[in-house]
């Protein structure tokens, strides 16, 4: 079974050094996704995997992409710029509730100074 994987990768090597041969020519470095499946017949989810791997550097290729890991609009980075600041402020906002919480706590814990007679 671990040989026909070998063979698998060793053909995904293959498709994939054919088209990083064609992406580099001077008019293809400007392809989208759509452009290059459509054009060279790779599917789609393996140019989201070379990318993804950083097989296929945004630097060179500028306009492909891998679909964002939490709502699925194609970008560079493993998240889109909407998902990245949504998480951080949702990461801000439980700091805020933590450090409320821990006041509270903190209140509850001092002595109460009301005595019976």
């Avoid at 060793?10 to 050094?17: H, L, N, P, T």
């Avoid at 064609?22 to 989208?32: A, E, G, I, Q, V």
């Avoid at 194609?74 to 409320?100: F, G, P, Y």
Wanted: glycine letters at 4%; a positive charge.
């Amino acid at each position: 079974m671990q040989l026909f994987g070998k063979k698998l990768d060793a053909r995904e090597e293959d498709i994939f050094s054919e088209l990083l041969h064609f992406l580099l020519r001077k008019n293809n470095r400007t392809l989208s996704n759509d452009e290059v499946v459509e054009l060279t017949g790779v599917s789609s989810d393996l140019l989201y995997k070379w990318v993804k791997a950083g097989k296929l550097k945004n630097t060179i290729f500028p306009n492909i992409g891998a679909p964002c890991e939490r709502c699925g609009k194609i970008t560079q980075a493993r998240t889109c710029v909407s998902c990245s600041s949504s998480i951080v402020n949702t990461l801000k906002q439980e700091e805020k509730d933590q450090a409320w919480f821990k006041q509270i706590q903190r209140r509850d814990r001092q002595p109460s100074t009301y005595h019976y007679k």
